[in-house]
Every structure is written in structure tokens, then in C-alpha cells.
């Protein structure tokens, strides 16, 4: 067996532990066929870590992360914090994940499954086959640009301001990892941004199509307001291969794309740093739909997006793409049997909860690797 990989499981708040415990036994699966050996470490993040030790996230739990070959992250934040200070929300966990190891491209898949083709409230001839990637920024940008803070002027009147700023490199390293991914797919990227009203959107633009000229001819490239991006999602999604866009945009237009796929419980993200110079690249693996604190604790979260971040991580931190494969082929034949989450459901099929959904997954696990 090859080396034991360390992960860190980061379960959080809300349906996080619910999700993860679903995932963890698909890692535990892999584990006793012998395909992979994790040495995993669990840790406090989010409102669970404020709860515990008065921070969102440790010291201690940013120094695994950043020893770890990889981080698996469930969800963050719900009622019960929303009332403290800005600088001790659950959110900062992640945003100090993302920032202090470097995390600087986030990759968000949205792509349809057949099965799921009815999920969507899109029509199915607008979204069948669907299969895209939204580049997102995600250490600048207005989420950490300076400076910020809310004064109080000289009339008495309050002013709040925050500050969206990218450098060249900043740019050029994040369309980096948009160009060579395109260079695995249609490639085809598009670049989005507000160069009509805002400075920085201006350089994203330039700088973005200077990269381009210098590295990446063969790749075709487009650039797109952010607001048109938006719409054009909705009416023809299927003209977009990569998307790489900044840190606020691609939030938006990244919640915007899950819904194409029918739930926001379908899609997994990761977030990538630089390799350093024995290759290796820091990494965190998340799904995108957060902590849904109206369904935690119900047992009825999807804990497919959480699964299938688990199998980007074998695909992208470990190299080992034939298991990622079977994991999501796993997931694809159980849907495509006729078991949904409430979040995907539609008539005609069975509707089943998080723990039912992970063992329909583990059996098809043994079936798809017998074959
Ligand atoms: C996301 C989330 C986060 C973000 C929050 C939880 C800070 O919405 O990962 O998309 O805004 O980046
Ligand atoms: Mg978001």
C-alpha cells in the first residue's frame, strides 16, 4: 500500500457533522479495500470551535491544516453566532484557511447529472450536459482588500467602506490555474469582471488578456460583465467551459450555477494554493451549500456534495483519479437507481435521508470497484 496521506477533517456547524460522518465512511471504505491508507486527524472549526474554545479557529487547527496533504472542510456559521462581533464569526475560520494557507483558486464544478436533469427548476433542454467550472479568487478582492471598517464623519453621519483590489500577480496566478484547466476541458475560458464601472475590473481585464497573449494562445478566451454573466448562466449556460472571475463575483455567480445542477447539496468545490518546490500544493475541500442550519440535525441533508469533495481531493491533492472515478460513478448510479435527498427530489423517485443515501452509496461502491 502506498504511503499513509494525512488529512484533516474539519466537520463545523450545522449539517457539516452530518454530512461528513457519511463521508468519512466512504474514506473508511477506501481504507479497508486497500485502495488508499489516511492518517486522519478531526478537528473543531466554526461556531463549534467558538463553543469549545472562544475562537472560530485555532492556531493549533491552522497549523494541521497547513501540515496536512489535504483538508476536508464541512460548513460553517447559523443562528446561535450570528450575534457576535464581525471579527469572531464562525465565517473567519474558513476565510483565515483560505487566506493564511494560501488558498488562492477555488474551483466549483457545476455540472448535471442525467438523473438530475428533472431536479432543476431550469428547463432540462437548457441544462442537460451541462458540465462547467467556475474559476473564483480566493485570498483577494473585496473579501480582504484594505482598507475597511465603518467611521463616523465629521456631520455624524456613518460611512462603511470596504475595498476591492487585485494586483498583477494576484490576477495572473488565479487565470494561471483557469488557462490550464481549460487546456483539460473545451478550452475555452471566460473571463468575468465589471470593466465598465470599476477600476479593478479594467486590470482583471487587461491583465487577465496580457497573460493570455504571452501563454495561452491555443486557449480561447472571452471576457463578460459580471451582470451579463449572471443571465447569460441562466439563458444559455452551456456556452461556458471555465469561468475565472474575483473573489465577490465568483460567490455569486458559483450560487448562481448550483442551481442549474438542481441543489445547491450536489456540488463540491476545492480550493487550491501554489505547489511548492517538491510539488507539493496546499488544499481545502469543501461543498458549497454551508452549514443550512433550518435542516442540521433533521438527518435529511444531501451529503453529496460533501462525498464528491472528498473524491476531488483524491483527484487533485492525491493523484489518484481512477478512485475519484469510482466515487462518483458510485453516486451517479445511486441517483441514477432512484434514491433522492429532499433537496433533489422529484416525482417518481424515492426519497430517502443522509445515513440511507450513504450506504446506497457504500453498496455501490462495492459494486462499481468489483467491476
Ligand atoms: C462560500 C461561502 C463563504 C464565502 C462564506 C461562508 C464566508 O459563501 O464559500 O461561497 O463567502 O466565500
Ligand atoms: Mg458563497
Known amino acids: 500500500m502506498a504511503e499513509k496521506k494525512t488529512l484533516l477533517i474539519l466537520p463545523g456547524d450545522g449539517i457539516g457533522p452530518e454530512v ?6 466512504v474514506i473508511e471504505w477506501m481504507g479497508k479495500r ?78 448535471v447529472w442525467e438523473p438530475l436533469v428533472g431536479a432543476s427548476t431550469l428547463k432540462p433542454d437548457v441544462v442537460r450536459g451541462l458540465n462547467l467550472v467556475i474559476v473564483r479568487e480566493s485570498t ?23 475595498t476591492e483590489s487585485y494586483t498583477t500577480s494576484e490576477i495572473e496566478r488565479v487565470g494561471r ?15 468575468v469582471e465589471k470593466a465598465n464601472v470599476m477600476q ?8 487577465i488578456s496580457s497573460l493570455h497573449e504571452r501563454e495561452f494562445t491555443d486557449v480561447e478566451l472571452r471576457h463578460m460583465y459580471a451582470d451579463n454573466c449572471a443571465m447569460q448562466l441562466v439563458r444559455n449556460p452551456q456556452q461556458f467551459d471555465v469561468i475565472v472571475t474575483s473573489n465577490i463575483f465568483g460567490d455569486l455567480l458559483s450560487d448562481l450555477a448550483s442551481m442549474l445542477t438542481g441543489s445547491l447539496g450536489m456540488l463540491p468545490s476545492a480550493t487550491l494554493g501554489q505547489a511548492d518546490a517538491s510539488g507539493r500544493r496546499p488544499a481545502l475541500y469543501e461543498p458549497i451549500h454551508g452549514s443550512a442550519p433550518d435542516i442540521a440535525g433533521k438527518g435529511v441533508a444531501n451529503p453529496l456534495a460533501q462525498i464528491l469533495s472528498f473524491a476531488m481531493l483524491l483527484r487533485y491533492s492525491l493523484n489518484m ?14 441517483l441514477a437507481s432512484g434514491l433522492r435527498t429532499a433537496d433533489i427530489m422529484s416525482p417518481g423517485t424515492a426519497k430517502v435521508g443522509t445515513s440511507v443515501m450513504g450506504e446506497a452509496i457504500l453498496r455501490e461502491l462495492e459494486k462499481v470497484a468489483a467491476q
Open 34 to 111: 486497500g485502495r488508499a491508507s489516511f492518517e486522519i486527524t478531526e478537528d473543531l472549526v466554526g461556531g463549534a470551535s467558538i463553543d469549545a474554545r472562544g475562537v472560530p479557529i485555532t492556531e493549533e487547527t491552522l497549523a494541521k491544516a497547513r501540515s496536512a496533504d489535504a483538508v476536508l472542510f464541512g460548513a460553517v456559521g447559523g443562528p446561535k453566532w450570528e450575534k457576535l462581533g464581525f471579527h469572531n464569526r464562525p465565517e473567519i475560520a474558513i476565510l483565515r484557511l483560505r487566506k493564511e494557507l494560501g488558498l488562492f483558486a477555488n474551483l466549483r464544478p457545476a455540472i
Open 20 to 25: 461528513m460522518r457519511e463521508t468519512r465512511r
Open 140 to 162: 483577494g478582492g473585496i473579501y480582504f482588500g484594505e482598507p475597511r471598517g465603518i467611521e463616523t464623519l465629521p456631520s455624524g453621519e456613518k460611512r462603511a467602506f470596504d
Open 321 to 334: 483519479d481512477r478512485d475519484a472515478g469510482i466515487i462518483e460513478s458510485a453516486c451517479l448510479n445511486v
Open 177 to 191: 490555474v483557469a488557462f490550464d484547466l481549460a487546456r483539460k476541458r473545451q478550452r475555452r475560458v471566460c473571463s
Open 200 to 207: 479593478s475590473g479594467l486590470f482583471w481585464r487587461e491583465t
